[in-house]
């Protein structure tokens, strides 16, 4: 693969002299033609499995086969496989003591030589034309929709405790819904020029081009989609990547790399490198060549990373772009007109599928008194019927949280609910980490809508409420953008338009994805792109036509084919 990049590199030096050689010839006869097939723009079907369907037999043969065994998952670098002494493992967290895959942690000097490469493979990856990048992309998001669509579900469900359906959701449709729609987003792009206003005398033109340098892409455990993203969305606009996976998200990020590779990724254009994350941190931003770090993760670590760039600012060749989305503490807010089945079923699956583990799943939600004693039956009712269990029964409607950290995390704020005066416990509340890390389902009901459960992010499948007046509705409408530095979901549920047309406007700096009549979770790749301000995110908006433009360095070109022949200007002269 290095050889076929050389190959390109010099192909294009050879174009370069040409262009030299004869000015007055147009760039456009001397580049090749783009030639970008058009293809439609569709979302993946997300498959129902239904008892004795297809694809229901075909992931229980998945999931055995990948919880047979202990899979090992080296360091790739540049093609060529490493490991070292230090050895991890990725366990299933519905039962912990079953070892899914060991892997790798990088070192220093592993680190530095992945960006050795992956800047040493930029300018070589970044000749490759657009049309053969984007047949790269089609033929992989092909072999995740197909050869390999169980096997990335099987190891999400089992290395990440994702159900099925969460699974699907996510490593299959939204993975390869990334995969496709961004390739069909730069196709887009590429189509714009500018304007030339008299083609005979001038042209002008604009082409996308990786940045020099290499980007670090470091990827959460709660979505396999998210590490596609993050990596190979910036490896398709012609960059060198450096990919450091979560360790909870191991195996299924290695199945991503692998299809990325047989689909034609060349070697050292992606970097798969596991490690220890201020080891990995401190390396990348210490280079002179860090050009983008693209991040999901928590706010500490962001901060942590920019305030790293910040420190070398004087050390980089470029200034290194920085994206990152970092969570939420999400809502719900219902006013009297609300539909209350609705705000029920909503507020059920948001708050408890994949235990609340989802960037964007309703952690706080505020309901008007009058509807509270419906609201309150509804949610009970629903809580109780809640199956939580081994992700391979398929009547699970959740599983275990990802870790003994998040476990140890979401527990504190339940042990606070439970001593609080001001805290009730009205469901759920127990948790077991015995077998694996499950917490149950927990909704609080709070008389403080300042305190900390209500304000910091858990990440864990715990909804707490704070029930208000009526008469102090637009007061309590106020504390869901001020009380929490937050502002990534949130939805209202209401019938009365006037006072959804107050809500739109009185939320507009509350979340970067805002709901009406519907759950704070599900944005689809092309239909809601993701992200959200303040403390959430710098909002690149994933999944939208722009993303991939962060990740791109532009460049315009004039080229003029009637010669300047005189200095001054005409009315130097009359």
Not at 112 to 119: C, D, G, Q
Not at 349 to 364: H, L, M, V
Request: aromatic share 10%; hydrophobic share 35%; charged share 20%.
């Amino acid at each position: 693969m290095l050889r076929m990049l050389h190959n390109t590199t010099l192909r294009c030096s050879n174009l370069q002299l040409g262009v030299l050689k004869n000015s007055t010839r147009s760039l456009g006869s001397v580049l090749p033609d783009l030639n970008l097939k058009d293809f439609p723009i569709l979302n993946e079907p997300i498959l129902t499995y239904r008892k004795n369907s297809q694809e229901r037999k075909d992931l229980v043969q998945a999931l055995k086969n990948t919880a047979s065994k202990c899979e090992e998952i080296p360091i790739v670098i540049g093609g060529k496989e490493y490991k070292t002494s230090e050895v991890r493992y990725q366990v299933m967290p519905h039962d912990h003591q079953h070892k899914l895959a060991s892997f790798y942690y990088a070192d220093k000097k592993l680190v530095e030589k992945a960006i050795k490469t992956a800047v040493e493979t930029q300018p070589m990856w970044d000749q490759v034309p657009l049309a053969e990048r984007l047949k790269i992309w089609e033929r992989a998001a092909d072999l995740m929709a197909t050869k390999y669509r169980q096997e990335l579900n099987a190891a999400t469900m089992l290395g990440q405790s994702k159900t099925a359906i969460q699974a699907e959701i996510d490593s299959a449709a939204e993975l390869i819904d990334f995969i496709r729609m961004n390739a069909y987003f730069l196709k887009e792009c590429a189509k714009y020029q500018p304007i030339s206003e008299n083609i005979k005398v001038t042209k002008n033109s604009m082409r996308y081009r990786g940045i020099d340098g290499f980007i670090a892409a470091v990827s959460p455990f709660n979505f396999t989609a998210i590490g596609g993203n993050l990596s190979y969305t910036p490896a398709l606009m012609g960059n060198g990547v450096l990919w450091k996976p979560s360790d909870t998200a191991m195996l299924s990020n290695w199945v991503i790399f692998k299809i990325m590779r047989e689909a034609g990724v060349p070697d050292g254009v992606v970097n798969f490198v596991p490690a220890d994350g201020p080891v990995f941190g401190d390396t990348i931003t210490a280079s002179p060549h860090l050009a983008g770090i693209n991040f999901t993760g928590s706010v500490p670590t962001f901060n942590r990373l920019w305030k790293q760039v910040g420190n070398n600012i004087d050390n980089y060749v470029n200034f290194p772009r920085l994206t990152g989305e970092c969570g939420g503490k999400n809502f719900h807010f219902v006013h009297k007109s609300a539909d209350v089945e609705s705000v029920v079923t909503s507020t059920i699956r948001s708050a408890f599928e994949y235990c609340g583990q989802k960037c964007s799943a309703c952690s706080r939600m505020y309901v008007p008194e009058s509807l509270w004693p419906k609201i309150k039956d509804g949610l009970l009712c629903e809580a109780q019927k809640l199956k939580i269990g081994d992700v391979q029964d398929f009547s699970s409607f959740t599983s275990a949280v990802i870790d003994d950290k998040a476990f140890k995390r979401i527990t504190s704020y339940i042990e606070h609910a439970k001593k609080s005066p001001n805290l009730e416990i009205i469901a759920g509340g127990t948790y077991s980490d015995s077998k694996g890390y499950f917490v149950d389902p927990t909704i609080v009901v709070s008389k403080d809508p300042k305190d900390r459960i209500m304000t910091e992010e858990i990440f864990g499948p715990v909804l707490t409420i704070y029930v208000y007046k009526e008469d102090d509705l637009f007061n309590t409408m106020k504390l869901v953008h001020t009380s929490t530095k937050f502002a990534l979901t949130g939805a209202v549920f209401g019938q009365d338009e006037e006072w959804v047309k107050c809500a739109l406007q009185e939320f507009k700096m509350a979340a970067g994805n805002f709901y009406i009549n519907d759950k704070s979770t599900g944005s689809v790749v092309g239909q809601q792109p993701f992200g959200g301000g303040r403390m959430s995110g710098t909002n690149d908006k994933a999944g939208g036509p722009h993303y991939i433009l962060r990740w791109t360095s532009p460049q315009s070109i004039k080229e003029t084919f009637v010669p300047l022949r005189d200095v001054n200007y005409p009315y130097m002269s009359e």
